[in-house]
């Protein structure tokens, strides 16, 4: 059930994050900014103590991994799919209960990979002005690290995911939500709107080499950990049959094909702790997804086997394996899951 609502929740997301915000409203006086720093997630944010008639307690809301389910009803499986420490929620007032709240929650995870997995399970919205980072580029994902969309803002700030959400949009909070996030985003020399340099986790730089196709989609890239995370981005079955989980790092997205008429194949990359766990998820995954491949014996390392939707291969190299789905050809499959592969042990060792 909490897979379904997961799902549904982060559909709804993507919907809402995709409408069109209000203009600002001409001539609109610069909001009232009153300062103020918080320590959380390592180390200080800035988040202002009032913002125009909206002001916030000094001390937050804490909700922890355990209490997590009650805060959100469900849709906790998206968070502590990453690996989750704790949230910090604050609720900005305004006198006029008519103007409605804005949330802040502030997401404190182990690593800056599990904020950027946060952010990568939806690209939709608009980019605001200080949505950009110095991090380095890699290809196949989107170069922004903020959007906003629907009275909603969301960040990767380092370690930290950032949500701000108007409970009544107009120009007024729109301009208090992007104001609160300018500030969040202010960098260690005190300049205002300068995301962190971090960068996406190295296990994407394996989307480089993605031979005979003509690139991945930015925006159907996701980071992710668990199982209902990645059924969320691409559904693969309803139990585990990767064997993910908190110490296992993948990707998935949807590549194009180079030829004309070709169809979009997806792909999917997992780096496990050990050896024996990609072989174990191999053979899972085969006997789940392809029980005629499972039926003829032992699992070669690569492969491929044709379904009702397409060609699907299959590429293990020490602790990473690669799946493409949906192909339009056994070599099509085929030279996607070993080009992924081997562009993976590249992008950080395959054997530690």
């Given amino acids: 059930m909490r897979r379904s609502v997961l799902i549904l929740t982060l559909v709804a997301m993507a919907a809402c994050s995709r409408q069109a915000p209000p203009p600002a409203a001409e001539g609109q006086a610069p909001m009232n900014l009153v300062r103020g720093t918080y320590p959380s997630g390592g180390g200080t944010v800035n988040l202002p103590q009032a913002i125009g008639p909206w002001t916030r307690p000094d001390v937050p809301t804490r909700i922890t991994a355990e209490g997590i389910f009650d805060y959100m009803d469900g849709a906790g499986e998206l968070y502590v799919g990453y690996r989750f420490g704790h949230l910090d929620v604050f609720e900005y007032k305004a006198a006029d209960g008519s103007l409605g709240t804005i949330l802040v929650e502030l997401y404190s995870m182990k690593d800056t990979a599990d904020a950027f997995g946060l952010l990568s399970t939806d690209w939709g919205g608009e980019v605001p002005p200080f949505g950009e980072s110095g991090g380095r580029a890699v290809p196949g994902t989107p170069a922004h690290r903020a959007l906003y969309g629907a009275g909603l803002l969301r960040m990767w700030h380092g370690r930290l995911y950032v949500r701000v959400l108007a409970a009544r949009e107009t120009a007024q909070s729109r301009e208090a939500v992007l104001t609160i996030g300018r500030e969040v985003a202010r960098d260690d020399n005190g300049a205002p709107g300068t995301l962190p340099a971090d960068s996406p986790p190295l296990l994407l730089d394996a989307l480089r ?65 050990a050896p024996a766990r990609a072989r174990a998820a191999l053979n899972t995954f085969t ?64 054997d530690k």
């Fill in 287 to 350: 006997t789940a997804y392809l029980p005629e491949v499972a039926r003829k014996g032992a699992v070669g390392h690569t492969g491929a086997a044709q379904l009702e939707h397409g060609w699907a291969g299959w590429a293990l190299n020490v602790r990473d394996l690669s799946i493409a789905l949906d192909a339009s050809s056994e070599v099509a499959a085929r030279e996607l899951a070993a080009s992924t592969v081997e562009a993976a042990s590249k992008s950080g060792s395959a």
């Fill in 209 to 273: 080499g993605t031979r005979g196709h003509t690139g991945v989609r930015p925006d159907r890239t996701c980071f992710f950990r668990s199982h209902l995370v990645l059924n969320s981005a691409y559904y693969l079955a309803s139990e585990d049959i990767l064997g993910l989980g908190l110490d296992v790092e993948g990707l998935t997205t949807e590549v194009a094909p180079a030829a004309a008429g070709g169809r979009p194949t997806r792909l999917i990359l997992v780096r496990y702790p």
